[in-house]
Nanobody, 124 residues
């Protein structure tokens, strides 16, 4: 069973930045493709960013493209989400997730394992 542990959430003013981290085991990191989702109060969970299966490509939601960057450190088995120019509408619980090859990058049903989530709050 994969274990994903997120960190780095917090409270930030609009226009500020945060970096989220997701630590995984070495086996998880080499077996699954990694992504980030978020869920705001009263809304469905939505796709934020992800790597392709081999990690050579990245995918972003239109709402975060140009502001957020997904990256990885293979030596640390860690995926990051750098969030810049944050807006109040980015406020949500952010989840790291892992999917097996062949799944749809953009849909949460394709992801088999999830972290516990980390709260990001952007004040106006």
């Amino acid at each position: 069973q994969a274990q994903l542990v997120e960190s780095g959430g917090g409270l930030v003013q609009a226009g500020g930045s945060l970096r989220l981290s997701c630590a995984a085991s070495a086996r998880t990191f080499s077996t699954y493709a990694m992504g980030w989702f978020r869920q705001a109060p009263g809304k469905e969970r939505e796709f934020v960013a992800a790597f392709s299966w081999l990690g050579g490509s990245t995918y972003y939601a239109a709402s975060v493209k140009g502001r957020f960057t997904i990256s990885r450190d293979n030596a640390k088995n860690t995926v990051y989400l750098q969030m810049n120019s944050l807006k109040p509408e980015d406020t949500a619980v952010y989840y790291c997730a892992a999917r097996t090859p062949g799944g749809n990058v953009y849909t949460d049903r394709a992801y088999d394992y999830w972290g516990q989530g980390t709260q990001v709050t952007v004040s106006s």
